[in-house]
């Protein structure tokens, strides 16, 4: 799977590094909250930040789940309007801060930098359309399903038995993606748990049948890089 860091050369990953200020910041640490000005953008070196937003009625709505070379902060980086979302580590991480000034100069004098960065907010943002396709058009069991796949494309180990999602999710975490409740989670997860497609062990998700997950939702061949969480 692509990453905004991992297509650019190994001088430009080096030059852009030389303009960042490298931090470490520790699970339940906030980088910004919805609602504030976009001044730094982060990259991710080691770690995991959520995105999530609130809903009307004050529920919390996670949105991604951003790992090692990808950045934070971006949507509203180049616009006047505020953050759409709030970024929270999850899980110790080290990250690159980056302020807002520094990345539009170097955006202006290198190309490779730049093109870059349109290329990962494109993706970003067709990742983000996808999920909430989903979870309008094919219900809570569909969005359930398609979180799964969305978890095994961006955290995926393969094995014998299948795929393993490498990150520990509690009930209520995956019910947070979906918008719904645990106790909608928990009949779901049995249900194809009896019918031999997931096996849950000590929160690490195995899916040993994707196939009947992508049949459920009818899907394309759309890349990769568009249907990850």
Avoid at 172 to 187: K, V
Wanted: proline share 1%.
């Amino acid at each position: 799977m692509k990453r905004f860091f991992n297509e650019l050369s190994k001088e430009n990953q080096e030059l852009l590094l030389s303009i960042g200020l490298e931090i470490s910041a520790s699970s339940g640490t906030f980088l910004f909250y919805e609602g504030d000005f976009p001044e730094n953008v982060y990259l991710i070196r080691s770690g995991k930040v959520r995105l999530s937003k609130m809903t009307a009625d004050g529920k919390e709505f996670s949105v991604h789940l951003k790992q090692k070379d990808e950045l934070v902060g971006e949507v509203g980086l180049f616009n006047d309007m505020s953050i759409s979302v709030t970024a929270e580590v999850i899980e110790d991480s080290v990250l690159v801060k980056f302020e807002r000034s520094s990345l539009e100069e170097i955006f202006r004098k290198n190309g490779e930098i730049a093109v870059a960065f349109m290329k990962w907010f494109a993706r970003h943002t067709q990742s983000t359309q996808a999920k909430f396709r989903d979870l309008i058009l094919c219900g809570k069991t569909g969005a359930f399903y398609s979180t799964l796949i969305r978890f095994s494309n961006s955290y995926g180990v393969k094995t014998e038995e299948g795929i393993l999602i490498n990150v520990q999710l509690t009930n209520q975490d995956i019910a947070n993606y979906i918008g719904t409740t645990r106790e909608s989670i928990n009949r779901m997860i049995n249900d194809l748990k009896k019918d031999n497609v997931i096996n849950v062990d000590k929160g690490y998700i195995l899916v040993k049948d994707i196939e009947f997950l992508k049949n459920y939702l009818h899907c394309g061949d759309c890349p990769v890089e568009i249907c990850t969480i």
